[in-house]
Each structure stands twice: as structure tokens, then as C-alpha cells.
């Protein structure tokens, strides 16, 4: 059904911390790849219209939950991010409650937080990404493991790169090629410059080929708008509001990251020991819920958890372009692999001898919290 664009004033471009998005993604766990950019005439509408008000979700009250008497307490940190919706799910509708766990969610700005303080004992278990801190705390050492998966692109992506409106129909960017020599950010250097360098690649480009800066989603869409930069990784809802407030359009809304797993959870070292089926408990819940949300994303009652736990409204929930979760469970190790070895191409890491994915990731729970859901 055609959905008519709305007009919103610059003010809505104060957003909350939530919407500084990390990267944001049914039997197994990737899309497609898409194929490389060709040369077509660029498109200045935007890829997701507006919900006109009479056709947005129905607002819901979130029912509590129960948590049984003698439910194992596991304290997990978050960041408040629709990507990590499996969480906040697992958490309201009971899944991990079902499990026998009382989990306290806490939220965090980034991931490099989450890492140190899931590290030394802070929190049992964190959600965050596998970035340049987790990598060089590994090589340290810290008493990590990764146990299950976190989220993925798909195609469309979720974190397309993005051109003001005006040099879109102005014609001063048509294609990814014209971005060499210029000012493009990414919202914190990590895994989003890997999103960046595919994107570039697709055009003939690298990430040595433009001016990067690194700009929070928000100041980049501003920037964006102002011509203080000229491109832009922005991540969902934030991309497709953008889009909906006539401010920037998708440069390329495609390409292929789709290989690659950016998030996962992972969990002390000490706790693992100490309540080994909570673990496998918490990866059941969060498994559970991963289901849910790529079975029905937009249910109601998802939209008003993901909006409780991010302050993201429902209607540009909906509205966006979705992540892709795991439904198996499986931990790609190449795509760790290709991670380690981009970032170590970029100077981030503190060590000279790659660490073995393998060694820094624990299947055992995934497969027990498999059989707890019966396959």
C-alpha cells in the first residue's frame, strides 16, 4: 500500500542515547549477499515511507512477568538498541523467567564498557560488539567466552551509507566513486568502518580512499544535512527517519556485509563455572526470543518492549529496516576472523599474532539451550 512522506522540523534530530545504534540484522542465520553496485541512476525518495497514522501499530501495555521463586539472578549489560531487541524480549514476555532466571538488565553506552566490566565480574554477561576492545582484552587475557550470537545484516542492510537530500538531486554525488577524497564518518572507529570499507569497495574505493571522520548517528545525519560532511554510515531507525524528514537519502542500501557477525553475547569466565545452566538458561531465553522477533518483528507487543528498553517510538520501529537474528544459534568463526584481521589492518589492535577465534568461543551452550527448545 503507497505510503504518503511526512515533514518533521530539525528538532526531531535530538535523539535519545539509544538511537546511537551499533551496527544493527530463519533456519540459518545470513541473507544472501547482494550483488556488486552497478551503475543506475540514484534514486533520491526514500527506501521506507512513513506509516500515514491510521495504519501504525496499535498501542499495547506490556503484562509483567513472574519470575519463580528461587530464580538464578544474572546480572547482563546491554546497550539500549533496537538490535539487541532479543534481549529486551526475553526478558518481558517471560523466556527467561521460563528458564529460571531473574535477570538484571543493565544498560551501557558502547561496548567497550561492556567488555571491561563483564570482564572483571561487573556484570555475568554482556551483548555488545566484537570490536578492537573485546580483541585486545582477549589477547590480555580476561576471563571472556562468547556464547552465543548476536545479530547480522540483511539486505537491505540496516546501516546503509548515506548523502545529504540536496547533493543527491543536485547531482554533486551520484554513485559510491564519487566519494573519493571526501569527508565520510562512521559512528565509532570498530566494526562500522569494516560496514564502510565494503560499502566503498563496491564503487571501486577502500577506506584509505576518503577523508573518515567519526560522528554519533544523530550529529551525522546533521552534518549530513549542514554539508559538513559529504557521506555517512547511519543505522536503523535513525536512517529511515532521515529518509521520512526529507535530510538524507541512501547512497547504497546494499552490499555485502551480510557474511559477518558484529554482536554477540558473551559472559565471565567465573560465572560460566559457578552456573553453567544459567548460562544455558540465558542463551535459551535469548534464543526464544530471536525466534520470535523473525517470526513477527512488528507484533505489538514487541514494538512497545523494543520502545520501553531504547525510547525509540514503535512507529519508526516498524518502519525500519530490520536486523537479522540467528534462529540456530550458530557462531560464525570466519566472520571473527575477518574482523580481527580488518582491524589489525587498521592499526587497532595491540598484538601481532592473530588468537584463534576458536579459543575465545564456548558452543555448548547454544546446543544445550537448542535442546531445551527441542532443535
Not at 523494543?306 to 570466519?334: C, F, H, M, R, W
Request: aromatic share 6%; proline share 8%; with cysteine.
Amino acid at each position: 500500500m503507497p505510503r504518503t512522506q511526512c515533514g518533521v522540523s530539525h528538532r526531531v534530530l535530538v535523539f535519545p542515547l539509544s538511537l546511537l545504534l551499533m551496527l544493527t540484522l530463519a533456519g540459518g542465520f545470513f541473507a544472501a549477499a547482494p550483488a556488486a553496485a552497478q551503475d543506475r541512476p540514484l534514486s533520491c525518495a526514500p527506501l521506507v515511507h512513513a506509516t500515514p497514522a491510521a495504519e501504525q501499530p496499535k498501542t499495547v501495555d506490556i503484562p509483567p512477568v513472574k519470575v519463580p521463586d528461587g530464580a538464578t539472578k544474572v546480572v547482563m549489560g546491554y546497550v539500549p538498541a533496537s538490535i539487541f531487541a532479543p534481549v529486551f524480549v526475553a526478558k518481558e514476555k517471560g523466556y527467561f523467567a521460563e528458564q529460571g532466571l531473574d535477570v538484571d538488565l543493565q544498560p551501557l553506552p558502547g561496548g567497550s564498557d561492556m567488555v571491561v566490566l563483564t570482564a572483571t565480574g561487573k556484570f555475568d554477561a554482556g551483548i555488545g560488539g566484537i570490536g578492537p576492545a573485546y580483541w585486545n582484552a582477549a589477547h590480555q587475557g580476561l576471563p571472556l567466552k562468547i556464547i552465543a550470537p548476536g545479530h547480522a545484516e540483511g539486505s537491505p542492510v540496516a546501516t546503509p551509507l548515506m548523502i545529504s537530500k540536496k547533493n543527491c538531486e543536485s547531482g554533486a554525488i551520484k554513485s559510491v566513486k564519487d566519494l573519493k577524497g571526501k569527508k565520510v564518518s562512521v559512528n565509532a572507529r570498530g566494526a562500522t568502518e569494516y560496514w564502510l570499507d565494503q560499502a566503498l569497495r563496491t564503487g571501486g574505493l577502500t577506506i584509505n580512499d576518503i577523508d573518515l571522520r567519526t560522528l554519533p548517528f544523530p550529529d551525522a545525519v546533521t552534518a549530513l544535512n549542514s554539508g559538513a560532511i559529504d557521506a555517512a554510515m547511519v543505522g536503523e531507525p535513525l536512517a529511515t527517519k532521515a529518509e521520512q524528514d526529507g535530510f538524507a537519502v541512501r547512497l547504497l542500501s546494499d552490499f555485502p556485509v551480510q557474511n559477518i557477525q558484529p554482536t554477540m553475547i558473551f559472559a565471565n569466565d567465573s560465572f560460566l563455572q559457578k552456573h553453567p545452566e544459567a548460562a544455558v538458561g540465558l542463551v535459551a531465553g535469548y534464543l526464544k526470543a530471536a525466534r520470535d522477533l523473525t517470526q513477527n518483528f512488528n507484533d505489538p507487543l514487541n514494538l512497545a518492549i523494543i520502545q520501553k528498553y531504547t525510547n525509540v517510538p514503535a512507529a519508526l520501529v516498524a518502519d525500519s529496516v530490520k536486523p537479522v537474528y540467528s534462529t540456530s544459534g550458530e557462531i560464525d568463526l570466519k566472520s571473527l576472523s575477518t574482523l580481527q584481521t580488518f582491524f589489525r589492518n587498521r592499526g587497532q589492535l595491540d598484538y601481532d599474532t592473530d588468537i584463534d577465534p576458536a579459543k575465545l568461543v564456548d558452543t555448548q551452550y547454544v546446543e544445550k539451550a537448542k535442546q531445551k527448545l527441542g532443535g
